[in-house]
Structures are given as C-alpha cells and as structure tokens.
C-alpha cells in the first residue's frame, strides 16, 4: 500500500543520514550511536506518518460506505426505519414516508414522535413489539393495523432488530416495513366467502333433510297403501287397477330412493356422514346388486358376473357398497341395449387392495365429458325430451361413497364401445385372514 511505501522510504532516509553522520563520530561507540539513533528517528517518523495515511483511507472508505448505505436505503421500495426506544425516528426513507402518507422522510419524523400512541391502531402493540424485540433482538413478520397520516388505517409487516454497540448498550431499532394491506383484505375476502360457503351448506343441508322428512312421511303412506292393495288383503281388485297401483307403487319407491340419495349426498358433503364397518363379502354382494337392478326384467343387457368365491373379505360399510354397486350398474344398464353386455368383475391386486369393474358396450361418452358427469345434478344431455330418465345424482353419489371409503373411482369411456367403471379399494381394506377363519 502507500503507507507501507512511505514507510520503507523514510526507513531508507533515515539509514542515509546515519551514513553521512558517521565520519563525524570521535569513536566507534559514537558512530553506532548516531547511526541508531538516526535509524530510530527515521522508523518512528515513518510510522506515525503511515497511521496516519491509513487513518484518512479507513475515513474515506467509512464515507463511503455510509453514502452508498443512503443512497441503497433512500431507494429502496420498502420502508426502512431506525428508532429509539421511546419511539422517536432517527432515520425514515421515502418508502416509509409514502407508506405511512407523509410528503417526505422529514415530514414523517417531525409529525411523528410517538409510535405507538400516534401510529399503531391497538396502542399497545409497540409494548408486544418491544417485548419480543428484548427476549429475542429481533422481530419477523410482525403484522399489525396502523393509520396513516390521513387517518386512513392500512396493515403493515414488520421485520426488525435491535442494534446494539460493542459493549451490548443498546443503540437502536433498525427495520424494514410492507404494506401488506391488499394481501391482508383479500385473505379476509377468501377468509368470508369460506364462511358464508360453510354457511350456506349448513343451510341447505337442514333445508334438504328437513324437507325429506317431509316428503318420505307421506310417499310412505302411499308406499304401504299401495303394497296392502296389491296384495289384494281386503278383497280383489281389477287387472286395470292393478296395473295403476303397480305403477304407484313402483313410482313411489323410486322416488322415496331418489330422495334418500339426494339426503346422503347433502349429508358427505357437510361431512356428516359415518361409515359403519364391516366385513363384506364381494362374491354376495354382487349378484345380490344384480338381482336387484335386473330382477326379472326382459329389455335389459344381460349381465355377466366374475368374481371368485375365494375373494379376501373387504372393510366397508355393507349398505353404502350396496349403494355404490346399485347406481354403478343401473347407469351401465340404462345405456346399453338390449343386445349388448354387462360384464362385473371384482379381483385382488397385486399391491393388496381389491378393484370391482363394470364394464358395458352402451353408448360411452366423451373423454372431456367424464368430470362433468361426475358433478351432481348434471345431464350430459340437458334437454327436456332427453331419451335417459335421472337427476344426475347416481354417478355424483357413488363417486362420494367411493372417496369415503378412502377408494378411488375411475372411468374409461369412449362414444360407441362403452364404458368401464372401477372401484378400487387401498389394501388396508383386504381382510385376508378373516376369509381365511371364516371359509
């Protein structure tokens, strides 16, 4: 450096003058003398001359450093601040003043002497803002609701540290702030429309289970009525009103069932339904769905069935895997003609779990069409004088029947071949060792 070059060329100086010196001595003890003495002159000379060249670079570099501070903090898009502990700003930069609604840094820390009386909305936030600054030095994320110089109250976040010299006294608070208001309303804004989607559920699931109570006490009544008179217990009745009351009878269970499925699905979705566990087992419970879909039904597509008696046991609630297969297969059999097939196959997977397909040559749909069927009440076709009878609930049902069970639902369909429908159980549900006691 060139205090160190100084220093070398005054050393050499001072080595010189001990040279010319030494004629002058008397003796030998002299000349050494002279010539240290002159060499000690020369280094000491060199040396205060050296610290005091390094003194001014270390001044000159502690300036500039200071200056590119400002200037990185005065240009900053964040509000910075330094404080004392009494709440008196020491530095604002621009961002601060605009955040808070002042004209200027100088405006912000002449108006404003008092943080926590004159800034904070809850005056007792500077406290909890010094409280935790004291146990841990430092503060992160600190959220709070201030006003701002018009009045208008905005929310702030806060991330800061409390400064201190080499011996630990305190010297002050150095922050960054944002302005977090936007962000802060649109969480509320997501926060309220969640409420009132909770809400509303809430209400139309009481609306829901209120009027099917309403509805069932009356179909019923028609139901049993309907029953007594087919089954003629108080005298016979003509072939023309049989027909009718068959017709009654057939309608009212139909639309007793529609009502039940419309209620179970209002209750999974409001998370109120429980499932009751049991062991069920597939190579029953299939045929016992097809029996109940086909019955004695001439029109329909025949049904075919391939599930081994030897089938591991599955965990699940018996009515609602009914119902699962129930609206499965009648979807299967409503859009597939009578000369083509149904084919229902259960087996166990390789990892454990058991997978129950159905698979039909009916009409198929769209691939693009497939999450839309699974939305309820939708119809892939929504006219009025559509050929397929339903309120778009049977497919909506089962799919949230299969995902209470922690299973999965999976449709394959293309317009034309058909469609194949798996449920696929996790293996948690096989019960292999009961099969075993129970077989």
């Known amino acids: 450096t060139a205090a160190l070059c100084a220093f070398m060329v005054t050393l050499?100086?001072?080595?010189?003058?001990?040279?010319?010196?030494?004629?002058?001595?008397?003796?030998?003890?002299?000349?050494?003398?002279?010539a240290f003495g002159a060499l000690f002159i020369a280094a000491a000379t060199a040396w205060r001359a050296a610290r005091a060249e390094i003194r001014v670079e270390e001044l000159q570099q502690k300036l500039l450093d200071e200056r590119s501070y400002h200037a990185f903090v005065d240009a900053a898009a964040e509000g910075f601040f330094r404080t004392t502990r009494e709440g008196r700003y020491l530095i604002a930069n621009p961002a601060l003043a605009r955040i808070y609604g002042y004209d200027s840094p100088e405006q912000l820390r002449s108006e404003l002497t008092d943080i926590g009386r004159s800034l904070y909305a809850d005056p007792a936030r500077r406290g909890e803002f010094q409280t935790i600054m004291e146990k841990d030095g430092t503060v992160r994320d600190f959220v709070s609701q201030i006003r701002r110089s018009d009045g208008s109250p905005i929310w702030i976040a806060e991330n800061a540290r409390k400064v201190t010299d080499e011996d630990g006294q305190f010297l002050f608070y150095e922050s960054t702030v944002q302005d977090i208001t936007l962000q802060r309303e649109s969480v509320e804004a997501i926060e309220g429309v969640l409420r009132e989607t909770q809400q509303a559920a809430r209400a139309k699931h009481g609306f829901l289970a209120a009027m099917s109570h309403e509805l069932r006490t009356p179909l019923n009544a028609v139901i049993g009525f309907s029953d007594l008179i087919i089954q003629q217990l108080f005298g016979p009745i003509s072939d023309r009103y049989r027909s009718y009351i068959d017709d009654i009878h057939d309608n009212g269970r139909r639309l007793l069932t529609m009502i039940n499925d419309i209620l179970d699905l209002s209750r999974i979705e409001g998370g109120l339904m429980k499932l009751d566990d049991d062991y069920v087992c597939l190579f029953d419970a299939v045929?016992?769905?097809?029996?109940?879909?086909?019955?004695?039904?001439?029109?329909?597509?025949?049904?075919?069935?391939?599930?081994?008696?030897?089938?591991?046991?599955?965990?699940?609630?018996?009515?609602?895997?009914?119902?699962?297969l129930h609206h499965l297969l009648s979807n299967a059999v409503k859009f597939t003609k009578q000369d083509g097939a149904i084919e229902i196959r259960a087996e166990q997977l390789e990892g454990g779990g058991l997978e129950v397909s159905i698979q039909d040559t009916g009409i198929g749909m769209d691939p693009a069409h497939i999450q839309h069927a699974l939305e309820p009440f939708k119809q892939l076709d929504g006219r009025l004088e559509r050929k397929f009878e339903g309120v778009g609930i049977g497919l909506p049902l089962a799919n949230a029947l299969v995902k209470l069970h922690g299973a999965r639902l999976g449709i394959e369909s293309v317009p034309g071949p058909g469609t194949i429908v798996t449920v696929t159980f996790p293996p948690e549900r096989t019960i292999v060792e009961q099969r075993k006691l129970s077989a």
Request: aromatic share 2%; hydrophobic share 50%; proline share 8%.
């Open 12 to 34: 050499a100086a001072g080595f010189l003058t001990g040279l010319v010196l030494l004629p002058l001595a008397a003796d030998e003890i002299s000349a050494a003398a002279i």
């Open 287 to 324: 045929p016992a769905a097809k029996d109940e879909i086909v019955e004695d039904k001439s029109n329909v597509a025949p049904v075919s069935i391939d599930v081994h008696p030897d089938l591991p046991l599955l965990l699940a609630d018996r009515r609602r895997v009914r119902q699962i």
